[in-house]
Structure formats: C-alpha cells, structure tokens
C-alpha cells in the first residue's frame, strides 16, 4: 500500500524574523539551499513508486504560493487542505486522515520546515517502522542526539519490536542543562524530531478515545468543506471550534502502542539564526554567509543580506540580518531573542 505524505505547512516562522513573515514563512524561504525547505520536502517524498500524492495542509493565506512552489518542482497533483484558522498540529493531522479515501492508508507526517541531510537513512527508518505501523502502532522518528540539547523534546526508547524500532516508554518536555545531560548518557533517549507515520483509521481512533471534541469539529468541517479541484476548505466555524493541541500531547503522549526508529540523519528543524549557521557553509574565518557580504577580520558570523549589501569589520560571533527596511544584530547564541522583535 502506497504511503500518502502529510506536509504541515501552516507555520508562522517568527523565530527567522525578518526574514521570515507572517505573508512568506521560513518554509517557503530558500534558506538552505537553491530551492525552498518546502520544496524539499516535498521532493523527499514523490516516488511514485512508494508515495500516494501529498496532502498539504497549509493555512489558506498561503494557497497561491504552496501552489506556485508545487509547479516549480513539477508536482501538479498535490490535494491542498487549506486551514481556516490555526488549531495547532493534532486538529490539522485529523483533516488530512479525513481526506483520504482509504482510512488504512498510512500516512507520513511531516513539517515542511525542517532539514533532512541523509534521506536515505529517513526512508531506511520509514521501511523499518512501515509493519509495525500496518499492525496498527502510532510511530515516530527519534532523532539520534549529538548533544545535550535543551531546546528539544525527547524520546525515551524501550524494548526492541523489530530491527532498527522500539517501543516508547515515554515523551519528555523539554529538559534544562542537567536532565538533557543525564538523558543523553542514559543512552535510551532520542529527540523528538516531530514526524509521524501511522494509518488513517489508527489515528483517528486514538483522537476518538483520548480527544473526542477535536475529532467531531474535524468531522464537521470537512462534512461542511468546500471543494475546489484540488483544494478542500474545511469549514472555519467547525474548525474553530476544535481544542487546541499538538498531536504530541493530544494523542501519541496518551497511546499505548507507539513504536519508534532511532535515526542519525541529519536532520534540523532550522529553528533559529543559530541552527542556520550551524547548517551553512563555513569560510575560513568560521563565518556564514547569504547574499551579497564582505568581511574584514570577522569570525564566527552568520551574515544574511537580502537585497542589500553589507559589509562587517572587525566583529565576531554576531548574527546580522538585513531584510528590505529591517536590519537585526545580535550575538550568536541568543537569536531565542528574535521572537521579542518578531511581535511588532
């Protein structure tokens, strides 16, 4: 059975402010490559020989752009689910089960804003989960550590189910500096990397037992949809009735079954100036570099110039982002600081 590709697209992406805005996102932002992390995320997942045709759940703001940057990458039979309002990752994952014709298909669900370097190790971690996920287990990916990260959620990994999967004991929120330390010399613990693959049917039993309201305002706003070609428009007021909650807590958090593949590969979610610059080529100063820069005894940068040019001298470890009339300058190791500026 073909897996059909979930692609959550609905982010705001104010932790990469100015860049990234309400109107184009980091997910539609060439920030890593020559094309968008949206765009590569879907490329990830169009082997016609393994995927069904994506679902991309999208806020119904950005149709014309999900649409334009499918096109420039050839994928012209995407179903594009276009959310009324935000009601966080557990209410939007419910829409695209909905939508499928075949409630056993599995579906992998995935953010559109995050980097996958090694895909051949992603698809080999597919492969491993996919029985389990038939047999009716919710699944995940674990992303293997490479340090005591305080700014992810964690994983905690039990007995072995199959050749590369364990069952999971438990999700942790995220740690401070000591706890993420002891997890990560415990051995079990993997990050949270926020992807998914499960059946339709399973999923949705898991929200009839353990969010019973979010499933009936999902139910109710695809019965009320408007459907136009390939975009489906859940009714807003059904829709905006729907709790509010992330699948992590709203299901996988409280199933029993949940199994999980333990991954290196390569994976980012881009969350902030930081992960950019740990993700970008390097010169010989330790600087990263986007657009039109020059240096002058600087280490340590990352310089984004969109649209201007900008010249540094003498400075080292700063974050510099010059975007039409914004400009943002801060030391490395606090762009958290951005969403403070994102606000206004």
Not at 3 to 19: A, C, D, K
């Amino acid at each position: 059975m073909l897996i059909t590709p979930v692609i959550l697209s609905g982010g705001g992406g104010t932790r990469l402010w100015p860049l990234s805005t309400p109107e184009t996102p980091k997910q539609f932002l060439a920030l890593t490559g020559e094309e968008t992390m949206f765009q590569m995320t879907v490329r990830r997942v169009i082997d016609a020989a393994e995927f069904a045709q994506p679902i991309v759940v999208a806020n119904a703001a950005h149709a014309d752009i999900v649409t334009a940057q499918l096109a420039e990458i050839g994928v012209t039979d995407a179903i594009l689910l276009l959310e009324p309002c935000a009601r966080n990752t557990a209410p939007a994952i419910a829409l695209a089960a909905l939508a499928l014709e075949d409630s056993k298909s599995p579906m992998l669900v995935m953010p559109s804003d995050h980097v996958i370097g090694d895909a051949d190790a992603f698809h080999a971690a597919t492969r491993a989960l996919l029985p389990m996920v038939e047999d009716g287990w919710l699944a995940t990916y674990g992303i293997t550590p490479t340090g005591p990260e305080t700014g992810y959620g964690y994983i905690q990994t039990g007995e072995a189910l199959n050749t590369g999967v364990s069952a999971v004991v438990k999700f942790v929120e995220k740690p401070d500096a000591v706890r993420a330390a002891e997890m990560i010399a415990s051995g079990d613990h993997v990050w949270n990397g926020g992807i998914f693959l499960f059946r339709a049917d399973v999923y949705l039993g898991a929200l009839a037992a353990n969010a019973p309201d979010m499933l009936a305002a999902a139910q109710a706003a695809m019965a009320a949809a408007t459907r136009n070609g390939a975009q489906i428009l859940p009714d807003n007021a059904a829709f905006a009735a729907s709790p509010s909650d992330s699948i992590d807590y709203a299901v996988m958090e409280k199933a029993a079954r949940v199994a999980v593949a333990p991954v290196a590969m390569g994976w980012s979610d881009v969350g902030s100036w930081d992960a950019l610059h740990e993700l970008g080529t390097k010169d010989d100063g330790h600087n990263t570099t986007i657009g039109e820069v020059r240096l002058s005894e600087a280490t340590g940068n990352l310089i984004h110039a969109d649209g201007i040019r900008v010249s540094v001298h003498g400075v080292n470890d700063l974050i510099v982002v010059a975007n039409g009339k914004e400009v943002l300058i801060l030391p490395r190791g606090t762009s958290q600081k951005v969403r403070d500026f994102a606000k206004d």
